[in-house]
């Protein structure tokens, strides 16, 4: 059978339905030019955090709290938690009130400074990495990811088709401590729509 002709469009319509008030936070960081994933990727987050069971989660990139609230959302009330870090206060403060208004504030903890400072005084394991930073922070972020997930935890990254992220996206290939994929996406709604996603298992210490 013939596929539709016009995928983009169709795969438009198949965007998941969410609330009022997350609809709100997509139409803040438009206005704001803050790049945030997107309802699909919100949504991806969401069940592979389901799929992984995760309790534990660390993001790296917090924004406006937009996927720190999908990932809040799928872990346990009282078991789970989300750890999210974000290198600017007034974005951090924006996101501690979007993440109270969706009320998650006790399932989120939101670090305020640069990621790898604070991840290197951190302790794990978490089931779950979502990284989302500068793209130049990728690379030297990836060693205390390691560290910090626990062996057969996920490891997810946005926005690898970044020329800032080719770097990592070669030492993650080459590094058989982890299985990844590293897939080009169309992702609608996202910030960019094309661009890469990867995903790694940590298979060995
Ligand atoms: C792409 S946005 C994150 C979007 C968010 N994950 C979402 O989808 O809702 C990247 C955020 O990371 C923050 N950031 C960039 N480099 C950072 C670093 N080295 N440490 C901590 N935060 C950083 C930026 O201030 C920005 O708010």
């Excluded at 998941?16 to 945030?36: K, V």
């Excluded at 930073?133 to 935890?153: Q, S």
Aim: some cysteine.
């Amino acid at each position: 059978m013939a596929m539709t002709e016009d995928l983009e469009n169709y795969f438009r319509g198949l965007v998941p339905p969410r609330s009022e008030f997350l609809r709100s936070l997509e139409e803040e960081a438009r206005q704001e030019r803050i790049p945030i994933v997107g309802p699909v990727v919100g949504e991806l987050l969401f069940i592979l955090a389901r799929v992984v069971g995760a309790r534990q989660i660390l993001e790296l990139g917090t924004a406006t709290g937009y996927s720190a609230i999908h990932l809040a959302q799928a872990v346990e009330k009282e078991i789970g938690r989300v750890v999210t870090l974000e290198a600017e206060a007034a974005m951090a403060e924006q996101a501690r009130h979007n993440i109270a208004r969706a009320g998650l504030a006790e399932r989120v903890e939101l670090r305020v400074g640069p990621a790898q400072s604070l991840m290197a005084a951190m302790s794990g394991p978490f089931d779950l990495i979502f990284l989302d930073i500068d793209k130049e922070g990728y690379l030297p972020a990836l060693t205390e990811c390691h560290r910090l997930l626990r062996p057969g935890g996920l490891l997810v990254v946005d926005n690898t088709g970044f020329q800032g992220a080719a770097d990592f996206n070669q030492a993650l290939l080459a590094d058989r401590r982890w299985r990844s994929v590293n897939l080009l996406c169309w992702l609608p709604e996202h910030s960019p729509e094309k661009d890469g996603l990867a995903l790694a298992v940590k298979v060995s210490p």
